[in-house]
């Protein structure tokens, strides 16, 4: 079964309009952490934001925000005010325990497009 | 700045040579590293996960005598391509982190001609 399932292929947004990224996870261990990562064309991986299971708070970063539905297993990246700029992959991946040492797993991404 | 650097960027190579890629971390000690693997328009795969002073742990599928990773610092992790054919062209990323965010280095793309 996969663990994190991102179910939009692909989105399209206006400039400034906000626009919402899916993201459900699964995992048994109660222990864990969600990223979402940003790749333009050039291939980096641009960390955005984390949140960790035990966080109480949806984490903010700038722009980015994350929608954190525990009991939903949902961690949906909400992005504001978009900018052209913002066109790119964006995957959202898990880390499960608590240790730092366990890998990242990643969903097969979601493609913005910013429309001007 | 880039907390993860790795070299280099590019290559290309014959069929039959090695290629070695350096992963390193710039300002902190990472006994854990990791490498994935990226084809077009897919998502990452992880490989293997390197560990500072003993062996690599490789994915299921992943052949630990063609990727031959070397954790031989705190701060630097290599993967060597052994014999490298048109298949291995790839992207090939790696990862260190502590504690919460994982950072990535900007990715090595392979091209076996």
């Known amino acids: 079964a996969q663990k994190i399932t991102q179910t939009q292929p692909g989105m399209f947004v206006q400039e400034k309009e906000a626009v919402t990224l899916d993201c459900t996870y699964d995992t048994s261990d109660p222990s864990y952490g969600l990223f979402w990562y940003k790749q333009p064309s050039s291939g980096e991986m641009i960390f955005l934001i984390y949140?960790?299971?035990?966080?109480?708070q949806n984490a903010t970063e700038g722009r980015y925000s994350l929608n954190f539905q525990k009991a939903r297993k949902s961690a949906n990246l909400v992005i504001s005010a978009s900018q052209l700029g913002d066109s790119a992959m964006y995957f959202c991946a898990m880390r499960e325990g608590r240790r730092g040492n366990t890998p990242l797993v990643f969903g097969k991404g979601t493609r913005l497009s910013v429309i001007a | 700045g880039a907390v993860v650097s790795q070299h280099p960027s590019r290559v290309i190579c014959k069929s039959g040579t090695s290629v070695k890629i350096e992963c390193r971390s710039l300002?902190?000690?990472?006994?854990?590293m990791f490498w994935y693997r990226q084809f077009p328009k897919k998502s990452l795969m992880l490989m293997a996960t390197s560990n500072e002073g003993s062996k690599a742990t490789y994915e299921q599928g992943v052949e630990k005598d063609k990727f031959l990773i070397n954790h031989a610092s705190l701060t630097l992790s290599t993967l060597t391509v052994t014999s490298a054919h048109p298949e291995d062209s790839s992207f090939y990323i790696c990862?260190?982190?502590?504690?919460?965010?994982?950072?990535f280095g900007p990715g090595t793309r392979l091209t076996v001609l």
């Open positions: 300002d902190f000690q990472a006994t854990t």
């Open positions: 949140q960790g299971s035990y966080d109480q």
């Open positions: 990862s260190a982190g502590h504690g919460g965010p994982r950072f």
